[in-house]
T-cell receptor, first 113, second 112 residues
Framework: DGGITQSPKYLFRKEGQNVTLSCEQN?????MYWYRQDPGQGLRLIYY???????QKGDIAEGYSVSREKKESFPLTVTSAQKNPTAFYLC????????????FGPGTRLTVL | GENVEQHPSTLSVQEGDSAVIKCTYS??????FPWYKQELGKGPQLIID?????GEKKDQRIAVTLNKTAKHFSLHITETQPEDSAVYFC???????????FGPGTRLSVLP
């Protein structure tokens, strides 16, 4: 099956800890994205990557970091600097960045205790 | 930059009725407009999209219309079913922009 997988589905973290969310795709897409979704709100872009070893900040990058060492993988680290990390995190990918449709993974719900 | 507004924020319809959700955008350069359906606890799924060289697109019970002059596009769902209940998001993008701008979402409830 082709698609985007995110793990884990639920994640709990203590305050002050860093945590890494996984995103993998086997669609051979060049571009990958991370979004944050808060209850009753739309999607806000955290980071995006057009190609391997390259990524750019989105609208709300503070307190987050990413890497893109492989085409298939785009992990997101939520650092202790992120003041309000409890949210639903969505990973997406597209063939390229310009005008191409984005396909989303199932999401990871992060809760900070 | 682009700004996308979406109305209504919540919509309840009786099963079998039609539902319409409208989005407006601000950047006249936007030329690609997808609609996503998100069920509770899941990621958004693309249900239909339209490009600026087309005024309307249909896929079974779902249709999208685009009015470039007025800068708005709408999602139409006919013969609604309980499984259509979800949150629907619109988005807009242009050839030069980096990424999509999403609307805030519409929670659709189809009452049996």
């Amino acid at each position: 099956d082709g698609g985007i997988t995110q793990s884990p589905k639920y994640l709990f973290r203590k305050e002050g800890q860093n945590v890494t969310l996984s995103c993998e795709q086997n669609l051979n897409h060049d571009a990958m994205y991370w979004y944050r979704q808060d209850p009753g709100q739309g999607l806000r872009l955290i980071y995006y990557s057009q190609i391997v070893n390259d990524f750019q900040k989105g609208d709300i990058a503070e307190g987050y970091s990413v890497s893109r060492e492989k085409k298939e993988s785009f992990p997101l680290t939520v650092t202790s600097a992120q003041k309000n990390p409890t949210a639903f995190y969505l990973c997406a990918s597209s063939i390229g960045q310009r005008t191409d449709t984005q396909y989303f993974g199932p999401g990871t719900r992060l809760t900070v205790l | 930059g682009e700004n996308v507004e979406q109305h209504p924020s919540t919509l309840s319809v009786q099963e079998g009725d039609s539902a319409v959700i409208k989005c407006t955008y601000s950047d006249s350069a936007s030329n690609y407009f997808p609609w996503y359906k998100q069920e509770l606890g899941k990621g958004p799924q693309l249900i239909i999209d339209i490009r600026s060289n087309v005024g309307e697109k249909k896929d079974q019970r779902i249709a999208v219309t685009l009015n470039k002059t007025a800068k708005h596009f709408s999602l139409h769902i006919t013969e609604t079913q309980p499984e259509d209940s979800a949150v629907y998001f619109c988005a807009a993008k242009d050839n030069y922009g980096q990424n999509f701008v999403f609307g805030p979402g519409t929670r659709l409830s189809v009452l049996p």
